[in-house]
């Protein structure tokens, strides 16, 4: 059995994607992956650092290419989402212009170019949202995921949405999942089709999703589990992985 190899371009300041990631896809039945990182700069989630660090991506990318990946996760989704509607369909594209240049093949996929995929995927149209970031910032992700999708977006009707007001990303790291819980009890869930309990790859929340979907009764997922659906989807690979809730075929929560 071979070994798909990951490339993952992270903010500097991020632990949480390195660990859930890989805990995600080590579950897989029929394969095996390795993770090889290239990290940008940033340490606070505002508009200026998001910007400063996009800007870059490209070393990312071309220290990535030399490890020879398979598929290639830029695994930050507010830094997209802030760039506006179709930002992630802009960026995987320039990206994966850049790897073929330099001779690679991998795939591209992209943290918020997932979650927009794993939204279409469970045929939500109406989701629920808990987030770290300050406002300004949250409601950037809201405006995105509204859009339309022939405008760039996803096209759901967010309903209801909390934003837990972290703006240093080394502090979002360390939200304990009790206050992520808290936040995501005081959401009016009513009619409405998922729940992004994190809507980062910075917070944890992996051990929070099977027990969230047994509480709630309705699909919960996060970044992480999205940008898993999204590599393995990308790989060919079947996105199915053991408690990691119903977008990763594990149904068993909902009594399906």
Known sequence: ???????????????????????????????RFSFHSSRMRMRAVSAAELAAMNAQRE??????????????????????????PGEHTRVESLVAEQLS????????????????????ELQARRVALVMPYLTPLAEQVVEYLRTPVAEGGAGVEV??????????????GCIPGARIMRAARSLDLRDVDALVLSCCVQMPSLDLIAAAEEEFGLPVLSAATAGAFGVLRALGLAPVLPRAGSLLGSRASLHA
């Open 1 to 31: 059995m071979g070994i798909h190899r990951v490339g993952l371009v992270v903010p500097s300041s991020n632990v949480t994607v390195e660990t859930e990631l890989p805990a995600l896809l080590g579950r897989h039945e029929h394969a």
């Open 59 to 84: 070393r990312c990318v071309l220290e990535l290419g030399d490890a020879g990946p398979d598929v290639l996760l830029y695994a930050c989704l507010v830094a997209l989402m802030a760039g506006g």
């Open 101 to 120: 240049t330099g001779g690679s093949q991998a795939l591209v996929r992209s943290s918020a170019g997932a979650l927009v995929e794993a939204l279409q």
């Open 159 to 172: 309903a209801d949405w909390r934003s837990l007001g972290v703006g240093d990303n080394a502090e979002v």
